[in-house]
């Protein structure tokens, strides 16, 4: 009875080997190991799934042309553009943008997207600047055309806009600015500063500057000056809607006034 239990038990434990031979594997202490890998070799290797091709980019053909190279301060300048795939021949989808050079880097004014045709974009430049037109988008390449330059002139809107900056300013006689004016010395600076325009010191003398015009056709920022006979004593800045920017007299302030006196000459001195 002991022999033949022996027996059983080898037998057993051959057989338990051989199992585990066959199945490629190695039963140590209780435990579970990988084959070597020569006999991992033999097992075919997964080949991974082709990424998807990226299909190229398109480069658009783009024009732009804006209304005009030189327009006034306070006008606004207008610019179109439009969008070609070179591929279908049609308007390629994506974005415009109108930009300015200014203070050393390009600034987007305006953004328009593209649907069917020419887009239109609109700004209104304080100075003279360098503009160009920018397209993006999906499936293209970047498209920046030629940069065009664009020459902003002082206009009478702007000699108001700059008399407006000063209102409140305290009069002095004498004083020429920045803080403080008296009537001709605010005429000197505004127009110095909004137009390059230099004028003397002097209401009387600053008549005989800039062109003679018609009280009738009188425009925002002509030079008005005040008369007494063909004397000129006072001056100031038209406004529309017969008020004058100026600095009356000692104790009063840079303000919008009435015209109050019928005896005075217009000069225009801005187109």
Not at 41 to 49: L, N
Not at 89 to 109: F, M, P
Not at 114 to 139: D, E, H, Q, Y
Not at 236 to 253: C, E, F, K, L, Q
Request: proline share 4%.
């Amino acid at each position: 009875m002991h022999e033949h239990s022996s027996s059983r038990r080898r037998r057993a434990s051959i057989g338990t080997g051989t199992v585990a031979l066959s199945l490629g594997l190695c039963l140590c202490a209780g435990q579970l190991i990988a084959a070597s890998p020569a006999a991992a070799a033999t097992t075919p290797a997964v080949t991974p799934v082709a990424a998807a091709a990226v299909a190229p980019k398109v480069t658009p053909s783009m024009w732009s042309a804006a209304s005009t190279r030189s327009l006034k301060w306070g006008s606004t300048l207008k610019v179109t553009a439009k969008v070609i795939d070179p591929n279908t021949k049609q308007v390629a989808k994506g974005t415009v943008r109108l930009q300015g050079y200014s203070n050393g880097a390009w600034r987007t004014w305006d953004t328009e997207t593209v649907k069917n045709g020419v887009v239109s974009l609109t700004a209104k430049p304080t100075s003279t600047v360098w503009v160009r037109t920018v397209f993006t988008g999906t499936g293209y390449n970047q498209k920046v055309t030629s940069k065009v330059k664009v020459t902003v002139k002082a206009s009478g809107a702007k000699v108001l806009a700059e008399a407006k900056k000063h209102k409140g300013a305290l009069y002095k006689y004498g004083a020429s600015g920045p803080k403080r004016f008296d009537c001709s010395g605010f005429t000197k600076y505004v127009y110095k500063k909004a137009a390059g325009k230099s004028l003397p010191h002097k209401a009387n003398t600053q008549q005989k500057y800039g062109k003679s015009v018609a009280k009738g056709k009188k425009q925002v920022g002509d030079l008005i000056i005040f008369r007494n006979g063909s004397y000129g004593y006072h001056a100031g800045i038209y406004a529309g809607n017969g008020y004058v920017y100026d600095s009356p007299h000692t104790g009063a302030r840079v303000g919008k006034h009435k015209i109050w006196n019928k005896n005075y000459v217009v000069r225009r001195l801005v187109a």
